[in-house]
């Protein structure tokens, strides 16, 4: 495999520099602290505005609780990136909404294009995405033509209309194996660190982009391990966008619903958890009787003491819910039809490898 730090100028200082004022951005947009009371009232609002929309929510692992909970006592879901997509596909509702980030509801109109799809928080963006402008990337393939495209889900429409797959980090591995095995050299987008790991599992010729998610990126080794010494019954669960040094430390690594999985599964106690923290809500109701800490990011390097938050995940909150059902238009997901079938394409042939496995 190509050295990392040979293709660290994929990502230059000024995108880098543009990524963290967008970040600042985000955590400045403050949500109204509301009461319990103030809270149920505008949850019964929403559930009868997605009844008379035909609509249904959708959220994801990483927003707050209590769209989550929402999402489940509607009949929504929640659930990683393309299972989101996919509910929203195989239910009946003419209007899917989307707690989440933006490429998750154009994830979600490429796999549904009949039905309308809003996003609670359109602004709300993804490090991975922001750093893998569509162009810049085609431009990259060009230049790469010899090998097959693999994106991470975490991507535009239009990189994704550009690849040859698309995956999410449950099936990742399974599918730049199988690519190996036909003696397939890899051009993968856009996280480096997801990248690294695969092609340390699987052999594979990769030529990696220089992508990294702001949350997964802060955790660090050298704290964990210092927690993992408090806590010496603990298990160690990381997603694999984390840096190498911390995925070494992992009992288990895995997509967020295979992380909850492990919960369930690991006979153990306690759980460190390196990932987004609004994974807690799943898994303390997915393994009630045990214990969870986050890994820390804190420590040698660290640019902040806690940053397993993030803030385009959490924009997404009940008055912006409650805004998009009475408003809609401004938040409605639109992609071009030329990209939307490009990307269904590439999206298709990973949905297709997974039904057969």
């Known amino acids: 495999m190509e050295n990392l730090s040979q293709y660290h100028e994929t990502v230059p200082q000024s995108r880098q520099a543009n990524i963290k004022a967008l970040v600042g951005q985000a955590w400045a947009v403050e949500s109204l602290e509301l ?5 149920d009232a505008l949850k019964a609002s929403i559930s009868d505005k997605l009844k008379q929309q035909d609509a249904v929510l959708v959220a994801h692992y990483y927003v707050a609780d209590v769209l989550q909970e929402l999402a489940d006592e509607t009949g929504g879901c929640v659930a990683d990136s393309l299972e989101m997509a996919r509910f929203g596909f195989q239910h009946s509702a003419n209007t899917v909404v989307v707690a989440g980030v933006r490429f998750m509801g154009e994830t979600a109109k490429i796999l549904s ?3 309308r799809i809003l996003m609670v928080k359109k ?7 922001l750093a893998c402008p569509a162009a810049e990337f085609a431009a990259f393939c060009d230049a790469n033509a010899d090998r097959t495209v693999v994106v991470y889900a975490n991507t535009s429409a239009a990189v994704k209309a550009r690849a040859d797959w698309v995956v999410t980090s449950s099936i990742a591995l399974k599918v730049v194996s199988y690519l190996h095995s036909k003696g397939e050299s890899i051009l993968w987008a856009p996280d480096k660190y997801l990248g690294d790991y695969i092609q340390r599992e699987t052999g594979a010729d990769m030529l990696l982009w220089q992508g990294s998610c702001v949350v997964h990126e802060e955790f660090k080794a050298d704290a964990l391990m210092g927690l993992m010494k408090q806590h010496p019954t603990a298990k160690v669960l990381v997603h694999p966008e984390s840096p190498k040094g911390v995925i070494d ?4 690594v895995g997509s967020t619903s295979q ?3 492990a919960a369930k599964e690991l006979d153990a106690p ?3 958890v390196a990932t987004e923290s609004g994974i807690f809500h799943k898994l303390k109701q997915a393994a009630p009787d045990k ?3 986050e890994a820390p990011t804190a420590g040698e390097g660290a640019t902040c003491e806690s940053c397993a938050m993030c803030p385009w995940m959490k924009m997404n909150d009940l008055q912006c819910l409650d805004q998009v059902l009475s408003e809609g238009k401004d938040s409605e ?3 071009p039809f030329e990209i939307r079938e490009n990307a269904r394409r590439s999206i298709q042939r990973m949905v297709e490898f997974g039904s057969k496995r």
């Open 123 to 129: 602004q709300a963006e993804c490090s991975l995405d």
């Open 249 to 252: 430390l992992a009992d288990r």
């Open 259 to 261: 992380i909850i999985a």
């Open 291 to 293: 214990q969870f800490f």
């Open 333 to 335: 997901i639109v992609i």
């Open 35 to 39: 009461s319990l009371t103030d809270q």
């Open 113 to 115: 294009p009949e039905k």
């Open 270 to 272: 306690k759980f460190i």
